[in-house]
């Protein structure tokens, strides 16, 4: 198997190993706080990574924190995380999967206006394409619009800055670095958020609660190796489409976890997403640019916290 082949499979390893972390977080989210999951699932997460990459952490990595893109960085995964997983309480799997496709669609109008990267009217054209497939999803004015839908879609906003501002970070620093400042900041978000929600408190768990968060933050931690090896073997260009895997990993497992079946509409605005950042992964590799857009949502920017 050539090193592509095997790179394109890791990625749709690790993107099922964030739809399996998805799927324990909405479990959990039925019987406890958000606050004291993302608490206690990121100090799992924290653990793992100590663990298998202790390493790498050193204090001269460590003070490249301080870094104005890193602390943007880390700021844009805490709010991507809050987003997503409040919209995921309340909405299928695949629903707000299919919403979230829509990232690198945004990415490219960042890069556009704030790296001042060309993009020619195909790419407009897709893009215009991708958010009417968008706006067939969420249906705003219908029925199925809500403020979880909302949420959704601010989750996408925030992940696109957090993917922007990644090109910013140092480049000495370690992406395990990141990840474990990321999972103790969002515990400590955790914690805080515990301490000043109204309704929040603390909640007595059960076995079955911490087998789930455990669940979900193995299910990350398989993700994120996947993803690493992957980017080690792979080019980019040739793994990037792959990484729309996790919408078909979510429409499966939301049925068979959840019984969720995608409505037409659901379906329709989903395939003119992925049709649409398809055509525009396409089309940087036709252009032969020295550094895409899709770059910034290579598999080595995924979220670190949903």
Not at 49 to 77: M, Y
Request: with cysteine.
């Amino acid at each position: 198997m050539s090193p592509n082949l095997r790179g394109a499979l890791l990625l749709c390893v690790a993107t099922a190993g964030y739809t399996i972390n998805d799927i324990f977080m909405k479990v959990a989210l039925q019987s406890l706080p958000l606050g004291q999951i993302l608490f206690i699932r990121s100090l799992m997460t924290a653990a793992l990574l100590v663990i298998l990459f202790g390493r790498v952490f050193k204090t001269t990595q460590f003070r490249l924190l301080l870094h104005p893109a890193a602390i943007a960085r880390i700021s844009g995964e805490i709010a991507t995380t809050f987003f997503f997983l409040m919209g995921l309480m309340h909405l299928p799997l695949a629903f707000a999967t299919s919403i979230h496709q829509a990232l690198p669609l945004i990415i490219t109008i960042g890069a556009a206006f704030f790296f001042s990267e060309k993009v020619g009217w195909r790419r407009w054209c897709a893009v215009s394409v991708g958010f009417i497939g968008v706006l067939i999803i969420v249906r705003p004015g219908l029925e199925g619009f809500n403020v979880w839908s909302i949420s959704a879609l601010c989750a996408v906003l925030s992940a696109a800055m957090r993917d922007l501002v990644t090109r910013k970070v140092p480049k000495e620093l370690h992406a395990s670095t990141v990840s474990l400042t990321t999972t103790t900041a969002l515990a400590i978000f955790g914690l805080v958020s515990i301490a000043i929600a109204p309704s929040g408190s603390w909640q007595p768990m059960e076995t079955s609660d911490l087998g789930h968060m455990l669940g979900a933050a193995v299910a990350m931690m398989i993700g994120y190796q996947a993803i690493f090896s992957a980017l080690r073997i792979g080019e980019l260009s040739f793994m990037a489409p792959f990484r729309y895997t996790g919408l078909l990993w979510a429409t499966l497992f939301g049925y068979l976890v959840f019984a969720d079946v995608p409505d037409q509409l659901t379906i329709l605005g989903s395939t003119l997403v992925i049709a649409s950042g398809l055509y525009t992964l396409y089309r940087e590799r036709k252009v032969s640019r020295s550094l895409p857009i899709v770059k910034s949502t290579s598999p080595e920017m995924a979220p670190d916290g949903l």
